[in-house]
């Protein structure tokens, strides 16, 4: 009998030591940290507690952006430049302010050259392209109303005593300016025979001519385009 007491005081002593453990676990595991759902009986209308909001900077300092928080610039100005219509600069750079005067003219007078050259040849294809509608309208009745009558058309610029803008004109979506050529030509009309009608090869004139340019603005063609022609 005594061996079977011993035994069973061995049973108590374990029995206690495992109670011991668990009670230990439980103390460690079911610690609640603030981060595990409600339990079961939890009421749901309990009040729901406000988000822990960020520090306020205080007025006047340059905290830091966060990552993708955008960032308000100041909005840039652009100067008003006053607009003087008398002068056509000014009309155009209040456009283009990147405007370059004199590349503009001297690709106007190569303009100038071309287009003439091709009339008086009577084949509007090479300079096709920059002309107007209507411009190309009344050089194709021009050369059609020479060929008609059997003549022949020589002109030559000999120079130029001056190449100016004479007007700029801004309207809805489009930019005109008209140039003022003063060039020096030689001009001969002959006939069917050969013979002259008009003008002197061994002569020249000083000729005043105003041409149109246009050009539609916030177009991606860098081109102008001729678009109306007359004497100064």
């Given at each position: 009998?005594?061996?079977?007491?011993?035994?069973?005081?061995?049973?108590?002593?374990?029995?206690?030591?495992?109670?011991?453990?668990?009670?230990?676990?439980?103390?460690?595991?079911?610690?609640?940290?603030?981060?595990?759902?409600?339990?079961?009986?939890?009421?749901?209308?309990?009040?729901?507690?406000?988000?822990?909001?960020?520090?306020?900077?205080?007025?006047?300092?340059?905290a830091p952006a966060a990552r993708g928080q955008v960032i308000d610039f100041p909005a840039t100005v652009r100067p008003v430049v006053p607009v003087d219509?008398?002068?056509?600069?000014?009309?155009?750079?209040?456009?283009?302010?990147?405007?370059?005067?004199?590349?503009?003219?001297?690709?106007?007078?190569?303009?100038?050259?071309?287009?003439?050259?091709?009339?008086?040849?009577?084949?509007?294809?090479?300079?096709?392209?920059?002309?107007?509608?209507?411009?190309?309208?009344?050089?194709?009745?021009?050369?059609?109303?020479?060929?008609?009558?059997?003549?022949?058309?020589?002109?030559?610029?000999?120079?130029?005593?001056?190449?100016?803008?004479?007007?700029?004109?801004?309207?809805?979506?489009?930019?005109?300016?008209?140039?003022?050529?003063?060039?020096?030509?030689?001009?001969?009309?002959r006939d069917g025979a050969g013979q002259i009608v008009e003008g002197a090869p061994d002569r020249s004139e000083v000729v005043n001519d105003e041409w149109?340019?246009?050009?539609?603005?916030?177009?991606?063609?860098?081109?102008?385009?001729?678009?109306?022609?007359?004497?100064?």
């Amino acid at each position: 009998m005594q061996g079977h007491d011993y035994q069973y005081a061995d049973l108590i002593i374990l029995a206690l030591v495992a109670g011991f453990l668990i009670l230990r676990l439980r103390s460690v595991l079911g610690r609640r940290t603030g981060e595990e759902a409600p339990p079961p009986d939890a009421s749901p209308f309990q009040p729901k507690q406000p988000p822990v909001q960020p520090p306020v900077p205080p007025a006047g300092s340059s905290a830091p952006a966060a990552r993708g928080q955008v960032i308000d610039f100041p909005a840039t100005v652009r100067p008003v430049v006053p607009v003087d219509p008398s002068n056509p600069e000014s009309v155009i750079r209040s456009i283009d302010p990147g405007f370059d005067t004199e590349h503009f003219l001297a690709g106007a007078r190569k303009a100038f050259e071309m287009i003439l050259a091709a009339f008086a040849k009577g084949d509007l294809t090479p300079v096709r392209a920059i002309l107007g509608d209507s411009v190309a309208r009344n050089f194709d009745a021009a050369i059609a109303e020479r060929r008609r009558r059997g003549e022949r058309l020589d002109a030559e610029v000999g120079g130029f005593r001056g190449i100016t803008l004479a007007r700029a004109e801004a309207t809805a979506g489009e930019l005109r300016i008209t140039v003022r050529f003063v060039s020096e030509q030689t001009i001969v009309v002959r006939d069917g025979a050969g013979q002259i009608v008009e003008g002197a090869p061994d002569r020249s004139e000083v000729v005043n001519d105003e041409w149109t340019f246009s050009r539609k603005t916030g177009s991606r063609d860098p081109n102008w385009h001729l678009v109306a022609t007359s004497g100064a």
